[in-house]
T-cell receptor
Framework: EAQVTQNPRYLITVTGKKLTVTCSQN?????MSWYRQDPGLGLRQIYY???????DKGDVPEGYKVSRKEKRNFPLILESPSPNQTSLYFC??????????????????FGPGTRLTVL | RKEVEQDPGPFNVPEGATVAFNCTYS??????FFWYRQDCRKEPKLLMS???SGNEDGRFTAQLNRASQYISLLIRDSKLSDSATYLC??????????????FGKGTHLIIQP
């Protein structure tokens, strides 16, 4: 079954304790992305990756790290979590097409979400 | 500055009615357009892509108006199960950067019996 998985689904932690949220897809997608969703703010992109070893900042990258060592995995790392990182996090993946002057995306497949609470 | 704007609602609509909402985008050179549906506390899922000529999928019709820079979603004969948040997604940039896939904040639709 084609899917994006995230773990853990729920996490309560304390300020400063490093954590990693894993994301894995089995569809051979080049593009992967992390979003956080907060009430009234919608989905905001944290980091994205166009392919293995290619990552870049999204709109709200502060306090986060990512890596893309394998095509299927795109973990999100919070080195020193703070309460303002309490949020609902989604990982997404898709195929992309790069033209000479444009970039287009196919359907974004989202993971089930990780609800993180930082105390 | 990236901009994809939606009316957050909520739109309260009686069952069986037709409802439509729009999404405006800032860059006239934008390419891909999509509507996603998100149920409460769940992940967004693709509802339909939006093509230049407009497209229909059952009770749902999506249209693109490039001149006025908006896309629309029309739902006919609305069902209780249509209650959800509808997210507009636009590729705002036509060249170079790969960071142009932008989500609107969503329109909350409530179908009432």
């Amino acid at each position: 079954e084609a899917q994006v998985t995230q773990n853990p689904r729920y996490l309560i932690t304390v300020t400063g304790k490093k954590l990693t949220v894993t994301c894995s897809q089995n569809m051979n997608h080049e593009y992967m992305s992390w979003y956080r969703q907060d009430p009234g703010l919608g989905l905001r992109q944290i980091y994205y990756s166009m392919n293995v070893e290619v990552t870049d900042k999204g709109d709200v990258p502060e306090g986060y790290k990512v890596s893309r060592k394998e095509k299927r995995n795109f973990p999100l790392i919070l080195e020193s979590p703070s309460p303002n990182q309490t949020s609902l996090y989604f990982c997404a993946s898709s195929f992309t097409t790069t033209g000479t002057t444009s970039q287009s995306w196919d359907t974004q497949y989202f993971g089930p979400g990780t609800r993180l609470t930082v105390l | 500055r990236k901009e994809v704007e939606q009316d957050p609602g909520p739109f309260n609509v009686p069952e069986g009615a037709t409802v439509a909402f729009n999404c405006t985008y800032s860059n006239s050179a934008s390419q891909s357009f999509f509507w996603y549906r998100q149920d409460c506390r769940k992940e967004p899922k693709l509802l339909m892509s939006v093509y230049s000529s407009g497209n229909e999928d059952g009770r749902f019709t999506a249209q693109l108006n490039r001149a006025s820079q908006y896309i629309s979603l029309l739902i006919r004969d609305s069902k209780l199960s249509d209650s959800a948040t509808y997210l507009c997604v636009v590729n705002l940039y036509s060249g170079g950067g790969a960071d142009g896939l932008t989500f609107g904040k969503g329109t909350h639709l409530i179908i009432q019996p």
